[in-house]
């Protein structure tokens, strides 16, 4: 992908997240349930990294849950970030800008973190050589023995969301700008908006994962209408096996 196409998409994405923070996090509030399923495995004192933490529903989450652990959360969005910082008042949490799409944004982090998330960002990444980079990356943040979940948005699985996928034209773009799987899709809640989408399957995100050199030892579906628009992964480096198919 073109540089200039892929800056053109993440400023589409940035913009709207500086317009409907508010409205977005309004509808964040609950944790999915996938995400629910998630924190069961995370130890009450392991140091957590959030890459996307959005309005700090995970650092809420966790908190119920009674972790008081290290948790470090980032994200592009300063309108996100502000919310997150006036509802999560935890001592043990942090939240700090970053740039997920930069090349040296993992050179402020002063530790390696046992638990690593990176919910619904993947799909906001435009370019296969940008998200394989933020995968290298997340690899360097992993202490040993740590696990990465990540999650991506399948909005296909839903019909009435199909219907909102707009024409690349919409943008100044054509099909031909973008990648296979790559949509632009409208919102409607608080006003009318874009979002740039990478729509996967699980095997493209274990295909993701065998060329960073991570394992799959978890995948699953969850969330939204039957609870099935939600692809949930769990990666680990060195052995292991494939956890059940779908």
């Not at 001592?91 to 619904?120: I, K």
């Amino acid at each position: 992908m073109r540089q200039e196409v892929a800056s053109l998409l993440l400023r589409i994405n940035l913009e709207f997240y500086q317009t409907f923070a508010g409205a977005f996090a309004a509808t964040r509030r609950r944790l999915q349930p996938g995400v629910v399923r998630a924190l069961r495995s995370v130890q009450a004192e392991a140091s957590v990294l959030d890459l996307g933490c959005g309005a700090g529903e995970l650092a809420r989450g966790l908190a119920r849950r009674g972790h008081h652990g290290p948790y470090l959360g980032l994200d592009t969005s300063r309108e996100m970030l502000a919310a997150a910082g006036e509802i999560v008042t935890f001592p043990w949490a942090r939240f700090q800008h970053a740039e997920l799409t930069s090349p040296d944004w993992p050179a402020g982090l002063e530790e390696r973190y046992r638990q690593v998330f990176l919910l619904s960002v993947l799909h906001h990444i435009p370019g296969h050589e940008h998200r394989i980079r933020l995968l290298e990356q997340v690899s360097m943040c992993l202490a040993e023995g740590g696990s990465v979940t990540l999650s991506a948005w399948d909005f296909a699985a839903s019909p009435r969301l199909v219907k909102r996928v707009l024409p690349w034209g919409n943008v100044g773009l054509s099909d031909s700008d973008v990648e296979p799987g790559d949509y632009l899709l409208d919102w409607r809640h608080g006003g009318h908006g874009l979002r740039y989408i990478h729509l996967f399957t699980h095997d493209d995100l274990e295909a993701l994962a065998t060329q960073v050199g991570f394992v799959v030892v978890d995948r699953y579906r969850s969330d939204g209408e039957g609870g099935r628009l939600g692809l949930y992964q769990v990666w680990k480096k060195g052995t292991g096996a494939p956890g059940p198919q779908d």
